[in-house]
């Protein structure tokens, strides 16, 4: 079916059908399906409606009136979710009454009476399928008892037709879209693009402007073989953007190859970069080939980029120029096709000016640098992910539902996320953990209160350093306090500020000692031993 023909269906719609007449093709993919559930919503007077996408093993809402706002950034596994496995296998219109022992996914997540959590007591719903294939699932959910009659499930069976032709008009759009970057990418003589599928992801999560944006840029370098430099501080998912460079390229059908540059030592950093021939060194008994040959025809990914040795970076240099890398003890170089995506969370522009990073390597490197944004820029985003690890956690420990109360909402959103997208995933798993050391009923609506999250009261500032210490840790305020023997002394006070930058660095890094080092601009031996003499362990 043509887009036009998708938007004579729709507009031929009677006006009395729910009011779907005006989801046409005018209307952004995001807005026209949002406006399809709030109109089903409408219509059957039930309190949430979900359309969910069907992504390998999992639905991700791709559109939801009623949920909370961290819900819509959950993936929801199908095969432990048995309400949701009976309505993707089927082609009818599925009914669960209030007796029903299967779980519903969205208890505790509907919003209604003052955000107190309330079970589902009445679900429907029915597989979408566009073109003979099957592309997700519609859900109804309410909380009254026998909301959906005979009647009701009648009109949601007439109504699908409509609810797939909003579907594919949106899919329409997409390979359009996909089709015309990819025309423009050919008469800039690029050499082509190998685009995307319409509904692939990368596991970025987020709706946010600032994430939206970096998303664009992303997109449209990934059409060309430019060296891209990723920037951000630690934990922001860089390797992510990454990962999303390559799928969205015409090296997407090659390999990717990951090399943690601050992992290798500088003793092997050659050979596991470029590779080796027998004999090159003592242990040296076969040839080996390096990551970039590794890569070939595909995206090497060069992480924490900035932690290259100096010796290492000439190397590195030469085969960015020339295109070849040649393996140690070897006497010919060996060309390789291969594209570099490089991240970094150091300013690089300063280390070249302090003579630890090199000024050429720097500007190849950097040919299209993107800043990729901290957590503390992307607004509601947060909300997203928390919900996304909620779910994870929820389905690692076995609970029928992890949710949050909306003191814990307003405090994810004050707070200032050092450790950015990385903290907040151990923040929602250890305050997961906390609440079933107290004895919670893994089979009821599990609810995380703002005082399980242990953040900071003060939230962290652009460097991800302010509001680090604790509240066990919190420093003695000098307005007010009045000095005497009553004071501490100097040092306890100081050694006491240092103790809660260093747990506070610590637990935002994860307990990655050397990240939490460069946090806090100290070597990571120095680190241990400053940690050792505060015992912090």
């Known amino acids: 079916m043509t887009m036009a023909e998708v938007e004579n269906t729709l507009c031929e719609a009677p006006i009395d059908h729910m009011g779907l007449a005006d989801l046409s093709v005018t209307l952004p993919r995001a807005v026209r399906?949002?406006?399809?559930?709030?109109?089903?919503?409408?219509r059957f007077a039930c309190e949430a409606v979900v359309l969910l996408q069907e992504e390998g093993e999992a639905l991700r809402p791709v559109a939801a009136?009623?949920?909370?706002?961290?819900?819509?950034?959950?993936?929801?596994?199908?095969?432990?979710?048995?309400?949701?496995?009976?309505?993707?296998?089927?082609?009818?219109?599925?009914h669960f009454e209030h007796a029903s022992t299967l779980p519903d996914p969205y208890d505790g997540l509907v919003e209604s009476m003052a955000g107190h959590p309330l079970p589902v007591h009445d679900c429907m719903g029915v597989s979408v399928h566009v073109d003979g294939r099957r592309w997700g699932v519609l859900t109804l959910d309410a909380l009254r008892p026998g909301t959906f009659d005979a009647s009701a499930r009648a009109a949601l069976r007439a109504s699908l037709p409509w609810v797939a032709a909003?579907?594919?008009?949106?899919?329409?759009?997409?390979?359009?879209?996909?089709?015309?970057?990819?025309?423009?990418?050919?008469s800039g003589g690029e050499g082509?693009?190998?685009?995307?599928?319409?509904?692939?992801?990368?596991?970025?999560?987020?709706?946010?402007?600032?994430?939206?944006?970096?998303?664009?840029?992303?997109?449209?370098?990934?059409?060309?073989?430019?060296?891209?430099?990723?920037?951000?501080?630690?934990?922001?998912?860089?390797?992510?953007?990454?990962?999303?460079?390559?799928?969205?390229?015409?090296?997407?059908?090659?390999?990717?190859?990951?090399?943690?540059?601050?992992?290798?030592?500088?003793?092997?950093?050659?050979?596991?970069?470029f590779g080796h021939v027998r004999?090159?060194?003592?242990?040296?008994?076969?040839?080996?080939?390096?990551?970039?040959?590794?890569?070939?025809?595909?995206?090497i990914f060069l992480d924490e980029v900035g932690e290259l040795p100096l010796s290492i970076q000439a190397k590195l240099l030469r085969t960015l120029q020339n295109g070849e890398?040649?393996?140690?003890?070897?006497?010919?170089?060996?060309?390789?096709?291969?594209?570099?995506?490089?991240?970094?969370?150091?300013?690089?522009?300063?280390?070249?000016?302090?003579?630890?990073f090199r000024a050429d390597l720097y500007h190849r490197l950097s040919v299209y640098p993107i800043h990729v944004p901290p957590l503390r820029e992307r607004g509601d985003d947060v909300l997203l992910l928390a919900g996304h690890f909620l779910e994870v956690n929820r389905a690692r420990l076995g609970l029928r539902s992890l949710r949050l109360d909306a003191g814990a909402e307003s405090a994810l959103l004050r707070y200032g996320w050092p450790g950015n997208v990385r903290e907040l995933e151990h923040?929602?798993?250890?305050?997961?953990?906390?609440?079933?050391?107290?004895?919670?009923?893994?089979?009821?609506?599990?609810?995380?209160?703002?005082?399980?999250?242990?953040?900071?009261?003060?939230?962290?500032?652009?460097?991800?350093?302010?509001?680090?210490?604790?509240?066990?840790?919190?420093?003695?305020?000098?307005?007010?306090?009045?000095?005497g023997p009553a004071m501490a002394g100097l040092r306890a006070q100081v050694e006491q500020f240092e103790r809660g930058l260093v747990r506070q660095a610590l637990q935002a890094a994860g307990g990655n000692w050397a990240e939490a080092a460069r946090w806090l601009g100290i070597d990571a031996s120095n680190l241990h031993k400053l940690a050792k003499r505060l015992g912090v362990k």
Request: aromatic share 2%; charged share 20%; glycine share 10%.
């Open 166 to 186: 909003a579907v594919r008009v949106s899919l329409l759009e997409q390979e359009v879209q996909v089709l015309r970057q990819a025309r423009v990418t050919a």
């Open 33 to 42: 399906l949002q406006r399809l559930v709030g109109q089903l919503k409408a």
């Open 325 to 356: 890398v040649q393996r140690l003890g070897a006497d010919k170089p060996v060309k390789v096709d291969v594209r570099v995506v490089a991240a970094t969370n150091r300013l690089l522009k300063d280390a070249v000016s302090q003579g630890v």
């Open 427 to 483: 923040v929602m798993g250890r305050a997961a953990l906390k609440l079933l050391s107290r004895g919670v009923n893994r089979r009821d609506i599990v609810t995380l209160t703002e005082d399980v999250l242990d953040l900071a009261e003060t939230p962290g500032a652009s460097l991800g350093l302010a509001g680090l210490a604790s509240a066990g840790d919190a420093v003695p305020s000098s307005a007010g306090a009045s000095a």
């Open 279 to 299: 004999g090159a060194f003592s242990g040296a008994t076969t040839d080996r080939a390096g990551r970039f040959e590794a890569a070939r025809g595909g995206t």
């Open 65 to 94: 009136v009623g949920l909370s706002r961290e819900a819509l950034g959950r993936a929801f596994e199908v095969a432990q979710h048995p309400r949701l496995s009976t309505i993707l296998l089927g082609r009818e219109v599925v």
């Open 192 to 273: 082509g693009v190998g685009a995307p599928m319409p509904g692939v992801r990368t596991g970025i999560i987020g709706h946010s402007a600032a994430l939206q944006q970096v998303l664009h840029e992303v997109d449209v370098v990934a059409q060309s073989d430019l060296p891209v430099l990723l920037m951000g501080e630690t934990g922001t998912g860089k390797e992510l953007f990454a990962q999303r460079v390559h799928e969205r390229s015409a090296r997407a059908k090659g390999p990717m190859v990951h090399v943690n540059c601050a992992a290798l030592p500088e003793s092997l950093a050659e050979s596991e970069l």
